[in-house]
C-alpha cells in the first residue's frame, strides 16, 4: 500500500517488529487528528507550526551568515536594512557566546513541539499543552519585539529576515489564544 495524506496511522503499522519504537493507538489518533483532521482547533495548531516553520526559514537564513557559510545575508535594497551590519555585530553572538539565529532555530523548534503535541482532545484531557503554547508563543513574540527594538534603536537598521521571523512570532499569537482559553476554561471547572 503507497500512503498518502488520507491513510489511517493504524493501516501504515509496520508488519514486522523489527528495531525501534512501537506505536500505540494514542500515538495513531495524534497521527490522524495532525495529518488530516479538522475542529477542535487543529487548523490553529498548523498555522503556528505554519508560522514557526517559515521564522526558522528566516533565521537560517540568518544562521547561515553568522557561521560564515554565506558571506552576506541577500536582503531587498532598501533604506534601513543591513541585516549583515545587525547579525554580525557582537550583541547577536552574546547569549551564552553563540550565534542567536541558533537559539532562535531551537527555540522556534520547542514551538512546533508543543503545537504538534497531543491529539485533537488536548485542551480537555492534556490543558497544560495549549496553555504552554501560548505561553511559549508569547515570549516568542515578545522576543521578537524586544529584538526589533534593538536592532531600532541601537543600529539604527534592521534586517529583513528577523523581522519576517518577529512578524510570523506575533501572527502566532491569536492562533494559540483560542485552544488556550478552551484549557484554562477546563482547567478551572476541576
Not at 500505540?24 to 498548523?46: C, I, K, N, P, T
Not at 560564515?68 to 557582537?90: M, T, Y
Request: with cysteine; glycine share 8%; charged share 25%.
Amino acid at each position: 500500500m503507497t500512503a498518502d495524506n488520507t491513510t489511517p496511522a493504524a493501516a501504515l503499522r509496520p508488519r514486522h517488529r523489527g528495531i525501534g519504537r512501537d506505536g500505540s493507538r494514542a500515538a495513531e489518533r495524534v497521527s490522524d487528528d495532525l495529518r488530516f483532521g479538522s475542529g477542535d482547533w487543529l487548523e490553529q495548531r498548523r498555522s503556528v507550526s505554519r508560522y514557526s516553520l517559515v521564522a526558522m526559514a528566516a533565521l537560517g537564513v540568518v544562521h547561515a551568515y553568522q557561521t560564515g557559510l554565506i558571506r552576506r545575508p541577500p536582503e531587498p535594497r532598501l533604506p534601513g536594512l543591513d541585516a549583515a551590519r545587525v547579525d554580525g555585530s557582537a550583541e547577536a553572538y552574546e547569549m551564552f557566546k553563540t550565534p542567536d539565529a541558533a537559539l532562535g532555530l531551537a527555540s522556534y523548534a520547542l514551538t512546533l513541539v508543543l503545537a504538534g503535541m497531543g491529539d485533537r482532545r488536548r485542551s480537555a484531557q492534556q490543558p497544560w499543552i495549549p496553555l504552554a503554547l501560548l505561553g511559549k508563543v508569547l515570549v516568542d513574540a515578545s522576543s521578537g519585539m524586544f529584538l526589533t527594538a534593538e536592532q531600532a534603536t541601537k543600529h539604527r537598521r534592521f534586517c529583513s529576515w528577523c523581522l519576517v521571523a518577529a512578524g510570523a512570532s506575533m501572527a502566532m499569537v491569536p492562533r494559540a489564544m483560542p485552544e488556550a482559553l478552551a484549557a484554562w476554561r477546563q482547567l478551572r471547572r476541576r
